[in-house]
């Protein structure tokens, strides 16, 4: 039994409802046509190039991607310009192209609830509170609308050494690595957590209360703001620097486990295709 490219995408907004994105955003059905046959979903972090081959030759129908193709446009699409690459990739094999990010963000069954339970957050609570998007809070298979980021208490105390070689152990390996701020041995029992790009929301891991606040793509001045902002250390809370597409690879696991309940005669594939931006160090 075969199903639709419409039909999967009306399952994935139904469970990431594309309201629940950033009014800067752009979700949703890139390239496809609904009418058209899936059997194979591939699972990425990036549409890049080299994801895009992966689709092809992996015989996907589909490419279901966190971060979106043209978040800034285009006005030109050429096959030698690297977004054309991938439009022209796709569009020749006969592969749809489907884009959540703020969405996913927000739900219960995206970042924010890969990143709860791979550290067992005790009863967490958003970081950034969901906002009213006149749908509903609840939407479809348990998917519900939590906010940006979480807080949560840990099942025990830790310490801020401690907790980073355990993240190190449960996102995929980056050639930067994983950095943490302060002493290694401070601890740690409440626990701040933004997938993504989090230094905006320096402030509010501050008004949390937590122990240490974890997010990527830390920029060193407004880094060093937040460790300075006291003449105590210990008043704010330590950072915890993940890469940012590891840190967003923790919710395909969660889209594969989605798509197997809800449409199980489809293949999930996950990509084998790192797309972090560092490939080395010295």
């Known amino acids: 039994m ?28 890139v390239l496809g046509e609904r009418s058209a046959e899936v059997r194979r979903v591939l699972l990425a972090v990036d549409p890049t190039v080299s994801v895009a081959r992966e689709a092809v030759e992996r015989d996907a129908q589909l490419l279901v991607t966190h971060h979106p193709l043209l978040l800034r446009g285009a006005s030109f699409l050429p096959a030698d310009d690297g977004k054309g690459a991938v439009v022209t990739e796709l569009i020749r094999a006969g592969i749809g192209l489907w884009c959540g990010h703020t969405n996913v963000d927000r739900s219960t ?45 840990l099942p025990a105390p830790t310490t801020v050494g401690e907790l980073t070689a355990q993240i190190a152990g449960i996102v995929p390996a980056t050639a930067r690595g994983i950095a943490h701020t302060g002493p290694a041995d401070r601890p740690v029992r409440t626990v701040a957590v933004c997938p993504g790009a989090g230094d905006s929301f320096l402030g509010e891991a501050t008004s949390s209360e937590a122990d240490v606040y974890i997010t990527s ?22 950072l915890i620097d993940v890469a940012h ?38």
Request: hydrophobic letters at 45%; glycine letters at 10%.
């Open 2 to 29: 075969n199903t639709t490219l419409g039909a999967v995408v009306g399952t994935l907004e139904a469970v990431y409802p594309l309201a629940w994105a950033e009014d800067w955003d752009r979700v949703g059905l």
């Open 109 to 153: 069954r995206g970042t924010v609830g890969a990143w709860s339970t791979a550290l067992d957050l005790q009863d967490p609570r958003p970081l950034i509170p969901g906002r009213e998007t006149g749908e509903a809070a609840r939407a479809a298979h348990g998917s519900t609308l939590f906010g940006l980021g979480a807080v949560g208490e």
């Open 217 to 238: 793509d830390l920029r060193h001045h407004p880094a060093l703001e937040h460790i300075e902002d006291a003449a105590d250390p210990s008043a704010v809370p330590a």
């Open 245 to 282: 597409a590891a840190s967003e690879a923790l919710w395909l696991p969660l889209a594969k486990e989605l798509l197997a309940e809800t449409v199980p005669e489809l293949e999930v594939l996950i990509s084998e295709v790192p797309t972090d931006s560092w490939t080395g160090r010295a």
